[in-house]
């Protein structure tokens, strides 16, 4: 299934405008963002912040 999906987005990003594959970067590099907040937090048992402004800026 894992591989069905990288295959499919690896597909999608060929067909893609550079607009296109630039927001699809930049929406990666916030995903793995938020995940290494939320497992750090988790690892070091730091509250989550429950409100957007609580989040650290970029």
Same mark, same amino acid.
């Given at each position: 299934?894992?591989?069905?999906l990288?295959?499919?987005?690896?597909?999608?990003?060929? &067909? $893609?405008? =550079?607009?296109?594959?630039?927001?699809?970067? $930049? $929406? @990666?590099?916030?995903? $793995?963002r =938020? &995940?290494?907040?939320?497992?750090g937090?988790? @690892?070091?048992?730091?509250?989550?912040?429950?409100?957007?402004?609580?989040?650290? #800026? #970029?």
């Amino acid at each position: 299934m894992v591989r069905a999906l990288c295959a499919t987005v690896d597909r999608l990003a060929d &067909e $893609a405008t =550079l607009a296109t594959r630039a927001a699809m970067h $930049a $929406a @990666y590099r916030d995903a $793995a963002r =938020l &995940e290494w907040m939320f497992w750090g937090n988790a @690892y070091r048992l730091v509250r989550w912040p429950m409100d957007a402004a609580e989040l650290p #800026k #970029k």
